[in-house]
């Protein structure tokens, strides 16, 4: 596709399972990141990707986020055991690089409720 | 810290101009001033941004005063499809993306 694309749009989990959403960036993007949006509030940066590396870890929540990003393209946000403030919607942006004065395009975001 | 200050909602009727001011008294001389919207269930989208000349695009206009320290964002002719969340932003470029800070926004609603 043309744009942003995550998966899945919707999960609803349990508290104390973990959970795995997807984003596949623009084709040729370079940079890549990842944002959460609880209800009624901004987004929250979590973590950005230059290629394959996360240069800074510093905005993940806790010790239970990580993220990886494989070959340049598709990132993972794990989240384990899940409690229930990780309800959000959790959206993914790729721009062409991490320099310069470029736009970033966002996904339509995975909404997540932790039951 | 919030870096900029936009009122929390604005109304506007469809087919006029919607203006919409940010305040960003703070800014520093390489700081970009950069403008997104978020309508309701969707990702932000990117509309526009500026250092310190004033800036159009098809989507809308970025006027940015002369010390800096506030900008409006115009839209000349609102529609309904513009009914959005607009954040203001600003951040310099190459400084990572973690100075990419949505605030709250300005919840703009267009009304027949």
């Known amino acids: 596709g043309a744009g942003v694309s995550q998966s899945p749009s919707n999960k609803v989990t349990e508290k104390g399972k973990d959970v795995e959403l997807r984003c596949d960036p623009i084709s040729g993007h370079t940079a890549l990141y990842w944002y959460r949006q609880s209800l009624g509030q901004g987004l929250e940066f979590l973590i950005y990707f230059q290629g394959n590396s996360a240069p800074d870890k510093s905005g993940l929540p806790s010790d239970r986020f990580s993220a990886e990003r494989t070959g340049g393209s598709v990132s993972t946000l794990t989240i384990q055991r899940t409690q229930q403030e990780d309800s959000a919607v959790y959206l993914c942006?790729?721009?062409?690089?991490?320099?310069?004065?470029?736009?970033?395009?966002f996904g339509e975001g995975s909404r997540l409720t932790v039951l | 810290d919030a870096k900029t200050t936009q009122p929390t909602s604005m109304d506007c009727a469809e087919g006029r101009a919607a203006n919409l001011p940010c305040n960003h008294s703070?800014?520093?001389?390489?700081?970009?001033v950069y403008w997104y919207r978020q309508i309701h269930s969707q990702g932000p989208q990117y509309i526009i941004h500026?250092?310190?000349n004033n800036e159009t695009n098809e989507m809308a206009s970025l006027i940015i005063t002369e010390d800096r320290k506030s900008s409006t964002l115009i839209l000349p002719h609102a529609t309904l499809r513009d009914t959005a969340v607009y954040y203001c932003?600003?951040?310099?470029?190459?400084?990572?993306?973690?100075?990419?800070?949505f605030g709250k926004g300005t919840m703009l609603l267009v009304s027949p």
């Open positions: 942006a790729s721009s062409l690089t991490l320099a310069g004065t470029g736009e970033l395009f």
């Open positions: 703070t800014i520093s001389g390489n700081e970009y």
């Open positions: 932003i600003v951040r310099v470029p190459n400084s990572g993306y973690s100075t990419l800070t």
């Open positions: 500026g250092l310190k």
